[in-house]
């Protein structure tokens, strides 16, 4: 059965794919999660999130935390109306994601997170 199909035939979970919210001094950009020294701030666009988003439509939605300079705060009142989320993390900034995904599950306690 192809995605797509499942799509049609199944409930899809309201997901949030999520680029979390950086912490201070780390701009999640490319010279941040990458061993590259940068002399502007640039980010790479989440194609790893933004290509799922893409197949479930309606049901999902893309935050880019970093690139929006989100804070948490604003970030938790879009991600309560979810049902699942899907965090990018990376090594630099696995510590902080965890705190994320810990926030989520604290005002949404019945939400499935996973990186």
């Known amino acids: 059965m192809s995605v797509s199909t499942l799509i ?3 409930k899809a979970l309201k997901t949030l794919f999520l680029n979390p919210p950086s912490f201070e001094g780390f701009d999640g950009g490319a010279g941040a999660r990458y061993q590259a020294k940068r002399e502007i701030k640039s980010f ?7 290509q799922p988003a ?4 309606e049901s999902a939605k893309l935050l ?4 929006d300079e989100m804070p948490v ?3 938790m009142k879009i991600a309560k109306s979810f049902d699942l989320a899907i ?3 990376s090594t630099p900034s696995f510590r902080n994601d965890i705190a994320v995904a810990e926030r989520l599950k604290q005002e949404r306690p019945g939400i499935k997170v996973g990186f």
Do not use: S, V
């Open 73 to 75: 705060e604003k970030c």
């Open 87 to 89: 965090l990018h993390t």
């Open 44 to 50: 790479w666009y989440p194609t790893w999130l933004a």
């Open 54 to 57: 893409a197949i479930l439509g």
């Open 8 to 10: 049609q035939t199944e």
């Open 64 to 67: 880019d935390c970093p690139a």
